[in-house]
């Protein structure tokens, strides 16, 4: 599978962004996948956001994220978003999206990322 992030873009503290992530490929069942959103700023290591289980049905999230983001995902469409509301500085990133066939226990799929910037 292939993974397409999106959404990426220059805001101001306070404000609101939308990352979608896009799955694509020749044979591949987007529900087999549990779905995540990575960060990683330079010289720290990539954190885990949020991800959610192949049904929608469970999605976890980081403490310094939770009550902000909202992962979701559309699995007629292929694609997951992430939500991020009142985003701060320190959300500023590089995110990804990532695919697990083990329930998050591997991310075998990797997007490119899409850079997240927070300032005024």
């Known amino acids: 599978v292939q993974l397409q992030a999106s959404g990426g873009g220059l805001v101001q503290p306070g404000s609101s962004l939308t990352l979608s992530c896009t799955a694509s490929g020749g044979d591949f069942t987007f529900t087999d996948y549990s779905m995540g959103w990575f960060r990683q700023v330079p010289g720290k290591e990539r954190e885990l956001v949020a991800d959610i289980s192949w049904s929608g049905g469970i999605a976890n999230y980081a403490d310094s994220v939770k009550g902000r983001f909202t992962i979701s995902r559309d699995n007629t469409k292929n694609i997951a978003w992430l939500q991020m509301n009142s985003l701060k500085p320190e959300d500023t990133a590089i995110y990804y999206c990532?695919?697990?066939?083990?329930?998050?226990?591997?991310?075998?799929?990797w997007g490119q990322g899409t850079l997240v910037t927070v300032s005024s």
């Open positions: 990532a695919g697990s066939l083990s329930d998050g226990r591997r991310w075998e799929s």
